[in-house]
């Protein structure tokens, strides 16, 4: 039995890598940079353990996110 911690909004590495893992090599660098920040919050809000609110959430956190996003996946580049 595994025992995951809740992720929030500023958990950006976490949201980062669990959208890497879901969306793989479908989503580039580019493609990131192009994603509405509706349809990214979206995608946040349905992962598992996330824990954070609409509400809460703030476009400073959806550029974090998409950064980090496409840090993570240059590394799965390598």
């Known amino acids: ?32 940079y192009r994603i509405r920040f509706t349809e990214l919050m979206g995608w946040v809000l349905e992962l598992p353990n996330f824990k954070g609110t609409k509400e809460e959430c703030t476009e400073g956190h959806l550029e974090m996110i998409q950064s980090t996003w496409v840090y993570e996946w240059r590394d799965g580049q390598k």
């Open 1 to 32: 039995m595994s025992f995951e911690l809740p992720i929030y909004w500023n958990d950006y590495e976490d949201i980062a890598m669990a959208l890497f893992e879901k969306f793989g090599d479908e989503f580039g660098e580019s493609k990131i």
